[in-house]
């Protein structure tokens, strides 16, 4: 499979990934603590939908590491230094966002089949401090962040390289700069997000796909 196939590949399947996150995860209402919650919780949804997630992020890097060959080979060294500073920072930010989704998979997960099977919702009491703990709290930010300045990368990288690319990256860029923010969103607001950041995914795959033609 050539390199312009298999990145063009690789940005469909993030995009999906992207958008079946909040497709699929349940959204029940977190305020109070009931069996409706620890159902979702403890649901096959959550971690389907949270393993998606995570697939999205990990699918970024070799992505952004096949457009950077891309470019190289098309467009000479314009815009090769903006892709490689988006594939450093995709890759670091996956890394640590992913940790903290770990913990929203498997914890979550696991306080909520202990309060199902038990009869007791006291364990989900423990939800918000598993989420907010410090150090996970820090990377997960830190993760985000890195993956907005991968999206403003993308791109320049992009513009840089020019022959009708220029603008083809500002939607996957608006998409990454806005994950962190999403987050305080409602479920609308959320899956609005994933289409979004999908579409982003599916215009630079386009791109890629006719740099091979």
Known sequence: MSVTRWTSAAFVAAGLSFLMFPLLRPWPDETVLTADLATAFASDRWVVAHLAGILGLGLLAPALLGLRTVLARDAGARGARAATGALVAAWAGAG??????????????????????DGDLGPLADVEALRMQPWAVALFAAGLLLLAAAGVLLAVALWQAGHGRRWAGVPLALGLVLVLPQFFGGPGLRIAHGLLVAAGCVLVAAVVHRARR
Request: no cysteine; aromatic share 18%.
């Open 96 to 117: 640590f966002a992913a940790l903290y989704f770990g913990a929203e998979i498997f914890g979550l997960h696991t306080l909520a089949e202990s309060a199902l099977r």
